[in-house]
């Protein structure tokens, strides 16, 4: 991400300085807008004209993949903080169940920036590195509410991403006017994670190619600002 | 849907009727795999292609609104046929649960004409029979299952429909490289529909609300062959 004081001059006045911090902010908040409404094959110019900046404007502070990647970063960190958060919990199965609930919720209300959690999204060192401290997160949350024996220990860290995609089929069906219907596939899902409940299940699908089936993009959704890999 | 003797005569010979009715026979199997590969906003060329006749045979034969509907019938006709298979079974539960298996099996395999069930599909007096159908015959597994203790009592028809959906979301995600990861949310939705373990649930949608939500055709995937109500 281009930091305010990059392009220009190194000597910049302060009130330049904050006025390009200013414009920077708002057209990562314009992106964000557009990509929510019409996904990321949309173009800088809608992205702009969002903002109330000019092109000229877009293109000096983003390149394309500058401008995916800073979007998708912040919600990254949104993520992580909701799993930092749901770790100060001090009941372990509340905390799992609120981390995975607050994932559904944050999907609900932006599916496009969710693919950061399924992975589904271009690759960059810096989202490389938020994936990887959200991954720790949300091992450590599993792991706690499976040590207290609350949570079925067969449940694998890729269970989270078939419970988010499940989720989001839901959601992207009933969104127009039965939103709140994944609640309660929800509330079944959960029903059913808790340890003293626990049936056999099939095993869950292999990480490398859980990861290889997502980081295909799909049809209509690819992440066109980033090369795939 | 035309009948093989309905377009040039009454009269014809017998051979030319087999003929006709083994083209039509040909067509319909054709769009059926040309949508399930595309998706329904494909057209009558790509069809005729597949079927290895002339676009003159197929317009013959069928309107564009007719060629859907005929796919859609035959897919309705099989769901159909797995209620009814299942309703003979002994077990109920075994039954019920079958069923819902099938639902997705069958999702799994073709999820372009599945939106039969979920109503995401053009209207038209013969699917709207069908469809009854499928509607009587899938609460008689529901009822049945309840009445014997077996399927938590809350459960409701508009269930089948948001557990259908959910399974869709995993499996248009992993189909790729971890087709089978399914069938592991799958597992997790069952064993939490046992009436022993009926947690309360959020209300489910209410019916008029789902079916608006679902009538309302998703991005990229409209039924472009038949009025959308």
């Not at 920077?24 to 992106?31: C, E, F, G, N, R």
């Not at 960059?124 to 599993?142: C, N, T």
Request: aromatic share 6%; net charge negative; glycine share 4%.
């Amino acid at each position: 991400v281009p930091t305010s004081d990059s392009a220009p001059a190194t000597a910049a006045p302060p009130r330049l300085r904050r006025d390009a911090r200013a414009n920077q902010d708002k057209i990562i908040a314009a992106a964000r807008n557009v990509y929510r409404r019409s996904g990321l094959d949309v173009s800088m110019e809608e992205i702009a004209s969002e903002a109330g900046v000019g092109l000229a404007t877009v293109h000096r502070r983003f390149s394309r993949e500058q401008l995916v990647e800073a979007v998708f970063a912040e919600r990254a960190r949104e993520f992580l903080a909701l799993a930092q958060d749901c770790l100060t919990q001090p009941d372990k199965w509340n905390a799992f169940v609120s981390y995975l609930e607050g994932l559904c919720v944050m999907h609900a209300e932006d599916r496009c920036t969710s693919d950061v959690l399924t992975l589904r999204l271009p690759r960059s060192p810096l989202l490389g590195d938020l994936r990887d401290q959200l991954y720790y997160a949300q091992l450590e949350l599993i792991q706690q509410a499976q040590a207290h024996g609350d949570l079925r220990p067969d449940f694998a860290a890729e269970d989270v991403i078939l419970i988010l995609l499940a989720i989001g089929g839901v959601i992207s069906a009933t969104a127009g006017t039965a939103p709140e219907s994944w609640r309660r596939v929800f509330a079944l899902i959960v029903s059913s994670l808790r340890a003293e409940r626990a049936d056999e299940l099939p095993a869950p699908p292999q990480a490398d190619d859980l990861l290889a089936a997502l980081a295909k993009p799909r049809a209509g959704r690819r992440p066109s600002g980033l090369p795939a890999s």
